[in-house]
């Protein structure tokens, strides 16, 4: 009986999240209340309160269960010190964008969070929150590109906070253009050949830290 319930509660937490994202992404974060999810997932607002302190609560998971894949990837692909580091962020740049083509999920979720989010209330610390994790993320980019350099793969002198910061740019950059008309081109199909353009600058024209 107990693990019965253990299946039933985490079949109530998934079909709210699964709620969550469509209501989130049709109406805005601001304009969605609780009972709007209770209602789209067939539930009452108990059963989220059950699960979920408040929206943002239930915001904050909602990322966190489309993000995490892409996140624990890049923190194992960072500690990698045998690998060409460069090959390791040209497969995970290409593995993101060509994800989010492929995955409904990911685009109801990076579209809510680029394009229905107002940094207002109990979102701004779910955004926030985001926020820090996308410094993580930057960081362990960051490793992987003092990799290419202790490999000797990019100059010595290579400012690798700037590019980590071009990088990071392009990629947000792209994700959140192409989420607003993802029938102006196919992502999925465009994303080594972006990608491969990306960095073939860095290596062809790497930013140099200025000498003293």
């Known amino acids: 009986m107990a693990r019965k319930t253990k299946e039933d509660t985490a079949l109530t937490h998934a079909a709210l999240l699964n709620a969550a994202e469509q209501v989130f992404f049709d109406k805005g974060v601001t304009k969605t209340t609780l009972a709007d999810i209770a209602t789209a997932a067939g539930m009452t607002r108990g059963a989220i309160y059950w699960h979920f302190e408040d929206k943002g609560a239930l915001l904050k998971a909602m990322f966190e269960r489309a993000v995490l894949p892409m996140e624990t990837m890049l923190s194992e692909i960072s500690t990698c ?13 290409v593995h993101s964008l060509t994800t989010l083509a492929e ?17 207002v209330g ?10 820090e994790c996308c410094d993580e993320y930057q960081r362990q980019m960051e490793t992987l590109l003092q ?12 400012d690798l ?7 990071h740019n392009c990629m947000v950059g792209t994700m959140s253009e192409w989420l607003l008309n993802p029938a102006i081109y196919p992502l999925a199909q465009t994303a080594p050949a972006m990608v491969d353009m990306l960095l073939a600058g860095l290596r062809a024209c790497p930013p140099r830290l200025k000498t003293p």
């Open 81 to 93: 010190t045998a690998c060409d580091p460069l090959a390791v962020l040209r497969h995970f740049c």
């Open 103 to 119: 995955s409904p999920r990911q685009q109801r979720v990076f579209g809510i969070l680029f394009h229905k989010c107002e940094n």
């Open 122 to 131: 109990e979102v701004a610390e779910v955004l926030q929150h985001e926020l």
């Open 147 to 158: 990799q290419a350099v202790t490999q000797q793969k990019l100059p010595a002198d290579t």
């Open 161 to 167: 906070f700037l590019s980590m910061q071009v990088i």
